[in-house]
T-cell receptor
Framework: DADVTQTPRNRITKTGKRIMLECSQTKGHDRMYWYRQDPGLGLRLIYYSFDVKDINKGEISDGYSVSRQAQAKFSLSLESAIPNQTALYFC?????????????FGSGTRLTVV | AQSVSQHNHHVILSEAASLELGCNYSYGGTVNLFWYVQYPGQHLQLLLK??????LVKGIKGFEAEFIKSKFSFNLRKPSVQWSDTAEYFC?????????????FGAGTRLFVKA
């Protein structure tokens, strides 16, 4: 099994719909992250969580929300999807003992908003 | 604004050629530096990282990178590329400050290695 599992792998949704992307990890890490990848822009941080009771906004949190249900689970929601949220979304974890930034990424969710 | 620049968006090499991918950043404070690789259709994987100490770091698959603080650079190198190195490579800079951190990824460099 993968260390970081994201579901679904692909999703097409309509403008205005609410959608949730889910992430679970078996690394036992406290730190979890949601990133968005757009062609030519690299990855941008949406939200991150350093433990179950800790939620922090990243660079581009507008239009998104998150829930940290357990140490192993971190979900990302689009409250009312819009076409410019079409992107590849990655969940990641990190071990603070190895320093900030050494991420283990999931396989990604390709989201298309039509 | 703080940024991470990867100068080459596309690189085409023949097998056995040497590789150097540039990465420059604009933050003057303490940083953690990374290179990630994304093979076609796959997720990002950590190639190597620099936190402190020896500025020449070695990663997986024969890759290495050198941190030159005076040039704000962290270039990725490999002496002899293989067809299997075809992928997109991302430089990432974690800016550390007293309030926390800021993560900036470069836009990526697509490498195609001709067999």
């Amino acid at each position: 099994d993968a260390d970081v599992t994201q579901t679904p792998r692909n999703r097409i949704t309509k403008t205005g719909k609410r959608i949730m992307l889910e992430c679970s990890q078996t690394k036992g890490h406290d730190r979890m992250y949601w990133y968005r990848q757009d062609p030519g822009l690299g990855l941008r941080l949406i939200y991150y969580s350093f433990d179950v009771k800790d939620i922090n906004k990243g660079e581009i949190s507008d239009g998104y929300s998150v829930s940290r249900q357990a140490q192993a689970k971190f979900s990302l929601s689009l409250e009312s999807a819009i076409p410019n949220q079409t992107a590849l979304y990655f969940c990641a974890t990190s071990d603070p003992g190895t320093g900030e930034g050494g991420y283990t990424f999931g396989s990604g969710t390709r989201l298309t908003v039509v | 604004a703080q940024s991470v620049s990867q100068h080459n968006h596309h690189v085409i090499l023949s097998e056995a050629a040497s590789l150097e991918l540039g990465c420059n950043y604009s933050y003057g404070g303490t940083v953690n530096l990374f290179w990630y690789v994304q093979y076609p259709g796959q997720h990002l994987q950590l190639l190597l990282k620099y936190f402190s100490g020896d500025p020449l770091v070695k990663g997986i698959k024969g890759f290495e990178a050198e941190f030159i603080k005076s040039k704000f650079s962290f270039n990725l190198r490999k002496p002899s590329v293989q067809w299997s190195d075809t992928a997109e490579y991302f430089c990432a800079v974690i800016q550390l400050n007293t309030g926390g951190f800021k993560t900036i990824f470069g836009a990526g460099t697509r490498l195609f290695v001709k067999a």
